[in-house]
């Protein structure tokens, strides 16, 4: 079946705009989480989402970053006044039902910020 | 607060000789493990999972996984190197409270030479 899809695959951005970051998750998958991968910082947390329940949001870096996730479906995260520390491989994940450890991670949205 | 200790940035073998990708894990919880693969612009795969059933746990395309508790260890191994194995490798904790909240290795890049 089809797995998580990210799009876009790049993004090139100006410092200062802001950007969307859309995820597509597995059919039925009720978890959804943001991932930030960047040199020197490896693999970081960011948000996650579980049905209607409020959003852990703990990993975000700033107020500049947020995330929706619209009936209970797709998600879209959002960086605003991008920086260039921004620039990073953005990964989305999904869960099945109650197995919120094991994660199917998507192909991932590289931003750059010049 | 759990970490993950992968002890080798980049590990290069020859085709068909053994591979060895060691992690060090320092949960205190029963922990969760597990071992992603990441490939050229691609997303992360999931390799094993470990949740306590049994000790050797089998993977994808050849490899497995030893945990070890009186080592804190979860290496990861192959008898005999494809030149497709050539990819970035993350152990991977979920065993912190949140359950879902996955601390990621810096990762060991595997080279596999002709």
């Known amino acids: 079946g089809a797995g998580v899809s990210q799009s876009p695959s790049n993004k090139v951005t100006e410092k200062g705009k802001d950007v969307e970051l859309r995820c597509d998750p597995i059919s039925g998958h009720t978890a959804l989480y943001w991932y930030r991968q960047s040199l020197g910082q490896g693999l970081e947390f960011l948000i996650y989402f579980q049905g209607n329940s409020a959003p852990d949001k703990s990993g975000l870096p700033s107020d500049r970053f947020s995330a929706e996730r619209t009936g209970g479906s797709v998600s879209t995260l959002t960086i605003q006044r991008t920086q260039q520390e921004d620039s990073a491989v953005y990964l989305c994940?999904?869960?099945?039902?109650?197995?919120?450890?094991?994660?199917?991670f998507g192909p991932g949205t590289r931003l750059t910020v010049l | 607060a759990q970490s993950v200790t992968q002890l080798d940035s980049h590990v290069s073998v020859s085709e068909g000789t053994p591979v060895l990708l060691r992690c060090n894990y320092s949960?205190?919880?029963?922990?969760?493990l597990f071992w992603y693969v990441q490939h050229p612009n691609k997303g992360l795969q999931l390799l094993l999972k470990y949740t306590s059933a049994a000790t050797l746990v089998k993977g994808i395309n050849g490899f497995e996984a030893e945990f070890k508790k009186s080592e804190t260890s979860f290496h990861l191994t192959k008898p005999s190197a494809h030149m497709s194995d050539a990819a970035e490798y993350f152990c991977?904790?979920?065993?912190?409270?949140?359950?879902?909240?996955?601390?990621f290795g810096k990762g060991t890049l595997l080279t596999v030479n002709p």
């Open positions: 991977v904790d979920g065993s912190g409270g949140s359950n879902y909240k996955l601390t």
């Open positions: 994940a999904s869960s099945p039902p109650g197995l919120t450890d094991t994660q199917y």
């Open positions: 949960s205190s919880y029963s922990p969760s």
